[in-house]
């Protein structure tokens, strides 16, 4: 039986063998080419890709610093410059001797002034000083007199001073009795005044006289009784001048009445103020 089946089996295989190589013809080098290209070609895609993702996300995520010691060589490339140390040079040996001073510049422009700056703190208080020389005594100007007639008098024929025969006050001697007349000292301010008794029957009249000019005058009409007449003014004077009263000529009956028991008659002035406080 083995016979027959083995030999039916052989047949079979011969016919068919030969339609199958027909029909598809073997190239094996082609065939293991092909086998062996197509899984590098994939590996290498992939890695490519790999390596695109990787430089994505280093783009994405900081630069991190790393610790490298100086001395060893470096092991990759980095971003950062490498510190390398520079010699020292010890200058004092390269240092020569001392040049002669040169001239002086010329002086630059003065620059502007700045702005003033804050007000400082109260300095202690200084010790008490010493006591300054003794000065000179105050100055003060006076000047006043205050006279009187006792005797009546009537006019001649020509201008007659007023005298006097009472002395009131005469301060430091300004009025002469001898003369009737002030003589200004002190200059300055001056108030005087006048005061007389009228005689009946007759006129009074009388000026008072600054350097022989009439200033102002008193007078009193005739009348049946006898009155007290006055008259005041204020005068500047200088130094030198002169203040008196006089009777008018005689041409008209002019006369002021006084006794030698009352005084009828005054005649005063006094310093106001000084000519340098004015």
Known sequence: MEGPWALSFLLLACLLLPNSTLSQPSHPE???GEA??????????????????YHRNLDKQPPRSQCVRCCDPPMHSSAYPMYQPLPHINITILKGEKGDRGERGLQGKFGKA?????????????????IGATGEACKSHYAAFSVGRKKSLHSNDYYQTLLFDTEFV???????????????????????????????QKETYLHMVKNGVEVVILYAQQSDRSIMQSQSVML??????????RLFKGERENAVFSDEYDTYVTFSGYLIKHSGEL
């Open 114 to 130: 700045g702005s003033a700056g804050s007000r400082g703190h109260t300095g202690p208080k200084g010790q008490k000083g010493s």
């Open 170 to 200: 005469n301060l430091y001697g300004h009025f002469n009795m001898f003369t009737g007349k002030f003589y200004c000292y002190v200059p300055g301010i001056y108030y005087f005044a006048l005061n007389v008794h009228t005689w009946n």
């Open 36 to 53: 062996t290209r197509a899984p590098s070609h994939r590996h290498a895609a992939r890695a490519e890709q790999d390596h695109e993702k």
């Open 30 to 32: 082609e065939e293991q």
């Open 236 to 245: 500047e004077l200088q130094e030198q001048d002169e203040v008196w009263v």
